[in-house]
């Protein structure tokens, strides 16, 4: 009987979040990932595995490279009609970025298989890269990466787009919300699990507890925003509220607990379609942000703290959008090109 995974989710009274799939090897795994790393990471991997077994229909111990590599070429058919097809590079199937990621969540699960050396599983069958060979040379190497991912610019809003969306916001929440994204490049993670101690007004600065990998910084934000929370505080956030998160549901029965990220998406669609704009995500939004300082002549490194980002070269593509810094740099070089070429043009005529 061949084994069909299926993911169920569970929650203690603690709030802690488990998964299962109902193969005892991937629910050892996902409990090992549980203890590691975050709850978005876990839910993540736990979908990922359940694709890519769903695909394969095999028990992990008789998977193989040949089986991976028709995993891709799976996941880069067409989803439901030939005729539907992504604005951004054109293509049918998934994007190589989420198939990378699956990819690596499978790779993830076979390294935890080798390592415990008791199931029967001898090597990772998910190939680090395509064997390639040098002209003129003997010695083989991994030069050639497995699916590769395109370097594309994430999209921001103009200025009169922010000015469209904050006519449209509702409330004072999602006044706020909208705030900490555009004007202090959070994530929308790390907005909704703001806690009131988090908000340092007196220093105008937001302390993120629960930062993208559980990484925690200070962040300065412009005072418009602690204006808009006090106002929210003040007139909006239920009054006999348990929790001690920033951003609580205002109505129905689940007034007072903490919003959840599928709220925060509808409260961005809804205000997106009322102003009328082409696309607006959270992300665009600390995109946007991000893009700003960086125009304003902020440090890449400073740019880099704001953002929260690991390695700067996740910030180099601000460089990138911030066409003045472009221009300017341009400028500069054709400028000195221009006078070394009149230099010898005179050094010639004399």
Known sequence: MVWSPRLIRYQDSAGAVSVV????????????????????TLLATAYDLKVFFAVVAKAPAEVTTSDVLAFITAQRQPRHDDNVVRLADGQAGLSARTIKRRLSSVSGLFS????????GVAANPVPRGLTTRRPQSTVRTRGAPLIRTPRTLPRIITPDEVDALF??????????????????GLRRCEVLALRLEDLKAAERRVFICEGK????????????FFATVAAYLRDERPAHCDSDRVFVVLK??????????????????GARRRAGLAHLTCHELRHTCLTRLREAGMALEAVQAQAGHRSIES????LHLANDWLAAEYDRATAAIDAHARVLLDTDTA
């Open 21 to 40: 799939l109902g193969h005892p090897l991937l629910d050892d795994y996902l409990e090992f990932v549980a203890a590691r790393l975050r709850t978005n």
């Open 112 to 119: 935890y298989l080798v390592a415990r050396n008791d199931v």
């Open 167 to 184: 006519t449209v916001l509702r409330t004072l929440r999602d006044r706020a919300m909208v705030e900490a994204m555009i004007l202090g």
């Open 213 to 224: 990998g559980g990484h925690q910084r200070l962040v300065p934000v412009s005072q418009r």
């Open 252 to 269: 129905g029965p689940n007034r007072g607990r903490p919003l959840s990220a599928a709220g925060v998406d509808e409260i961005v669609r």
């Open 315 to 318: 910030t180099r593509i601000y």
